[in-house]
């Protein structure tokens, strides 16, 4: 097992030559036809505290319809654009991490807004353990006038804290890990559930999970139906296939897609309780939406069940 990461790697050399040491750290950034997103995720990263020479950037671009030159322009001299010509998230990570040179590797997405200090907490956080997840924070785009998707969003989407502490794993919008437990765990596997499956392999190989709610990055939350199934729709079939390829995985599908018709109760109390929400309004939207998408995940469950 790795030991701990050294956050200011030194040059060596011997005689007249110097040998630059690689990175503290790789900022990780998959990319798909997101630009825009992309610029503005550099810019961000410009900004950290963390010395400029102890870390590098990796963008993955995933065959964007614009081309990698595009991708590579945006990136300019501020980080290195390289193809990923496997589809795919993971695909697109899995390449990132191989052009990568840091000692450690702290992954995020182009549409993520990391705080000055991301990186340099983040570092803190992994001096001690194995992996890392930190805090994601979601955004809308008015506070005061939050759609219902936005406070169901506000409410549900990306509890680091319990993927973390309770799931045992990290979202890949917000994860460090050491360069050699990367390797020990293996790359991203595709069509899965990448994250929740990295996560439990690297479980099973008793790698240390940590979560550094001080390391954040901001995600903008989607704002309607449309793009709340979209990426449901996504994570739904990731996760069936992911749990089905286990012992019992059939079972486990079926009664966490039944679990779903009795779960109102439970709803109600975290959407009373969020912190997140401040109006009885927003608490009301945000409850709505809750059981909409939840019946909608269990036709779905049962859909896949059946299909299969």
């Not at 963390?50 to 030159?69: K, T």
């Not at 695909?91 to 990132?96: K, L, P, S, V």
């Not at 990391?114 to 353990?129: F, S, V």
Request: aromatic letters at 8%; glycine letters at 8%; hydrophobic letters at 45%.
């Amino acid at each position: 097992m790795a030991g701990p990461v050294d956050p200011l790697p030194a040059q060596s050399g011997g005689g007249n030559a110097i040998v630059a040491e690689p990175p503290a750290v790789s900022v990780i950034v998959p990319h798909y036809n997101d630009l825009d997103n992309l610029s503005r995720c550099i810019d961000l990263l410009d900004r950290q505290t963390l010395p400029r020479e102890r870390w590098e950037i990796v963008v993955a671009d995933n065959n964007s319809r614009c081309g990698l030159a595009a991708v590579a322009a945006v990136c300019g001299a501020r980080a290195r654009a390289v193809p990923a010509p496997l589809q795919g998230a993971g695909e697109a990570r899995n390449a990132a991490v191989a052009a990568a040179r840091g000692v450690a590797l702290a992954f995020t997405d182009s549409d993520c807004r990391p705080e000055p200090h991301w990186l340099e907490r983040g570092l803190a956080a992994l001096a001690d353990t194995d992996i890392v997840g930190g805090r994601v924070a979601v955004t809308v785009e008015d506070r005061d006038h939050p759609t219902p998707v936005e406070a169901f969003e506000l409410a549900f989407a990306f509890n680091t804290r319990r993927y973390v502490l309770r799931q045992g794993y990290c979202v890949t919008a917000n994860m460090f890990v050491r360069r050699k437990v990367f390797e020990a765990v293996g790359p991203f596997r595709t069509r899965v559930s990448e994250d929740v499956d990295w996560g439990w392999r690297a479980a099973r190989q008793g790698f240390r999970l940590a979560y550094a709610p001080e390391a954040v990055v901001a995600h903008p939350a989607r704002r309607n139906w449309d793009e709340l199934i979209r990426k449901w729709r996504r994570t739904t079939h990731e996760m069936f296939r992911l749990v089905i390829a286990r012992p019992g995985g059939r079972l486990w599908w079926a009664l966490r897609t039944w679990a779903l018709l009795v779960s109102p109760v439970t709803g109600a109390f975290e959407v009373a309780f969020n912190d997140n929400l401040r109006s009885l309004r927003e608490r009301r939207d945000a409850y709505g939406v809750l059981m909409r998408l939840r019946g909608w995940r269990f036709v779905e469950g049962c859909r896949l069940l059946l299909a299969k």
